[in-house]
């Protein structure tokens, strides 16, 4: 088949067909940026709904037979299962490729990646800050990444070209795209998403566990603060294990900020002290109103989720 002078990447392999690997052959057939995507999971449940809904040309149960002559491939499991499959493709990567990845953490995709990545075969790791607390090929949507921000964080030496062109997939994608070393993005990551997500899944556990409140009552009164955290610890538990494991350095050194910040507003309360409580709350609702004035998000009260599936 002729290159179409629209793509981007004529052959995209697509390592897992979950919530990004879905939502990305969404965008892309939606931009028609691609020529043919083919994809890869571990069950033949998954490939099945991926053919049956289209996300892929052609299915594969191995990630090497996917990746397969493609010019792009992109790596869409959690981050600990990341190195072996890099493992496994590298045979059979055409010399021009690009690697990537959707991953929450990018240190440890340099360092257990990185290393069977091919001479001539372009390794780019990424990470697009989109997601909802579904997951799953029947998750995925086009619009998943519309204004949300994607981070390529390409190793030294990698050439400038190669890193345009895969920012210009994910601007086609519906992305904004920043460049920055791996190690920054962890400790930005860490305290943006990865720490939020430990607090909402021990507050969610401690109310749980608690004997005098019953279940029933913490499922009736939840109000807005804790229906929110139990959305963001509805997310998929293997890919957040691996997360903290493989970002075990940046998130500790977040968490002890956060324990020292948190004993600070222990003291404020203890004391009484008003107008420290009062300043500390005012300092947060400025960062909301930056994150509302910047698109990433709505002032409406239901913090702009319309309730269609898939939608977080």
């Known amino acids: 088949m002729a290159a179409h002078s629209k793509h981007i990447y004529e052959k995209v392999a697509l390592i897992g067909i979950g919530l990004i690997g879905s939502s990305i052959s969404h965008a892309a057939r939606r931009a028609g940026i691609v020529g043919t995507i083919t994809g890869s999971a571990r069950t033949p449940a998954t490939l099945e709904t991926a053919k049956r809904l289209k996300l892929v040309d052609a299915a594969y149960p191995t990630a090497a037979e996917a990746a397969r002559d493609a010019d792009l491939v992109i790596l869409c499991v959690p981050v600990g299962a990341c190195g072996s499959v890099a493992e496994e493709i590298a045979p059979v990567l055409k010399p ?6 959707v991953g929450s953490v990018k240190g440890c995709i340099v360092r257990d990646c990185g290393p069977y990545i091919p001479s001539g075969v372009h390794f780019i790791p990424g990470h697009p800050i989109a997601g909802t607390e579904h997951s799953g090929p029947e998750s995925g949507f086009a619009e998943l990444f519309d204004n949300r921000w994607c981070i390529l964080t390409p190793p030294d030496g990698t050439v400038p070209s190669e890193v345009a062109k895969l920012k210009s997939f994910w601007q086609a994608l519906g ?3 920043e460049v920055m070393p791996a190690d920054h993005h962890d400790l930005v990551l860490a305290i943006t998403s990865h720490v939020p997500h430990l607090i909402a899944y021990n507050i969610v556990n401690t109310a749980a566990h608690l004997e005098r409140v019953t279940d029933s009552e913490v499922i009736k009164f939840s109000a807005g603060g804790f229906r929110d955290f139990t959305r ?6 293997t890919m957040w294990r691996d997360v903290f494991l493989n970002n075990k350095e940046a998130v500790l050194e977040m968490l002890g900020r956060f324990t020292e910040d948190l004993i600070h507003l222990q003291r404020a309360i203890r004391f009484g002290e008003g107008e420290t409580l009062f300043k500390m709350f005012t300092d947060a609702r400025a960062i909301r109103r930056g994150i509302i004035q910047a698109g990433q998000d709505t002032a409406a009260p239901n913090f702009g989720r319309d309730g269609k599936p898939g939608k977080g």
């Open 96 to 101: 021009g490729a690009v690697v990537t990845d």
């Open 175 to 177: 992305s904004n795209v």
């Open 232 to 237: 963001i610890a509805a997310s998929d538990p």
